[in-house]
């Protein structure tokens, strides 16, 4: 597999006048036209109008993600740490302190302060509530003059507390102390673990990505600086299937290897889990867009013959015309010159 190649770098595929049949010769005299030698043969394909668009392929992998630390709050003894690989959702355990679950919950801030006070209020309950209701327990309704965005620790929220906690084999005691349970934005999946069994949990106990798969793309910054978030891509697959795919993140920090140009992490997902559900680390290419010519005069590029003095011409039915390049790309090149018109027939290699 190539680890980079950009269309636009074809025209050495061209410039060899034995690729397209003929023997070039001009008669360097005023007014006389250049000819062509037919020396092999040949056949005719139509001039088009189309549009043409660049492309660069970048080597990628297919993986989790950056791994992050995640530490415990609570003071206590690691009993128990979930094995390498697994998933961890909402409501479940991420691992085990003085035998009692520390669970995951969904949210964008830690708990900072045990949830204890009655009718206290804050984002940090509201989390308790969201994340309590997910899994099915009823925390009754917020105060009707509450913040955005907070909740209040209200009677039918601590009855809510208090039932999940019986369910966990925790002490009931509707609170819930830092510690307790630990907040990811969303599931997470075991990449590694830092400690074993028997260390206090008040520490780094492992490292988690997140569960969709990621393929990405190390890109010099010239390359990044094309790509947006959103943008469209294909990603050729170790099989020899093709995948659509989207760039869902481009890095702002640049890195660099030993002897290698900066570049910037690009992230990008398939459209279609499914295409990549048996794969957990490949060596993938990752086709980016690039420039777009809209609506020009374009020929295969096996059209093309060099001309000794320099420049290009397609051998039409009236004899040479000259012609001028433009964008390679497909297979096909933007050309332009006098005489030239759409759907004419010009000679190329049989």
Sequence with gaps: MSYRKITTGVLAMVVVAAAAGFVLTRDREA??????EQSAQVATVRVERRDLSTTTSLPGRIGYGSARPLAGHTTATVTWLPPVGKTIKRGRQLF???????????????LYRPIATPLMSGRDVRI???????????????PANTPA???????????????????LGRPVTGTVAVGDVEVQAGAVRVESLTVQPGVPAAAELMTVTSTRKVITVAAELGDAAKLTRGARVSVALPDDRT???????????L???DGEAPKLTVSVV??????????DSAEVEVTFPGRTAKKVLAVPIEALVALSEGGYAVQGPQGLISVKTGMFAGGWVQVSGPGLTEDMAVVVAA
């Design 255 to 257: 890195t660099a290897g």
């Design 270 to 279: 398939v459209d279609d889990p499914r295409r990549i559900a048996q794969l």
């Design 96 to 110: 085990r302190a003085d035998d009692a679950p520390v669970v995951l919950f969904y949210g964008g801030l830690p």
């Design 149 to 167: 965005g907070e909740s209040v620790l209200t009677p039918a929220l601590t009855a809510a507390i208090k039932k999940w906690q019986r369910d």
């Design 243 to 253: 995948v659509k795919a989207r760039v869902t993140a481009v890095g702002r920090d």
């Design 128 to 142: 308790i509530a969201d994340n309590l209701r997910a899994l099915g327990y009823r925390v009754g309704y917020r």
């Design 31 to 36: 007014g006389r036209t250049p000819v062509a």
